[in-house]
């Protein structure tokens, strides 16, 4: 996923697929989804969008980890070193 953010206009993008849209489907006004012929979602249109939502949630990221993974492959390179 992609996202563009157009100050100028205040419209957010999320580009879902490389896949070109064929249609646009409005579900709000100024909130469109793009999709192709066979039904698949391409993009998601947000216009007025700092109307709508905190823009700076969208154009910051977290990444949740499993702290269980981090643990087990520490625990594997202390094992490594002192063997």
Do not use: C, F, H
């Amino acid at each position: 996923m992609k996202v563009y953010y157009d100050k100028e206009v205040d419209a957010l993008y999320l580009k879902l697929s490389e896949q070109k849209p064929d249609g646009v489907i409005e579900i709000e006004e100024g909130i469109n989804i793009d999709t192709t012929n066979d039904g698949r979602l391409t993009g998601i249109e947000i216009l007025k969008v700092s109307q709508k939502m905190d823009i700076n949630t969208i154009l910051s990221y977290t990444l949740e980890l499993d702290q269980s993974i981090w643990d087990n492959k520490i625990t594997e390179q202390v094992r490594a070193v002192e063997a």
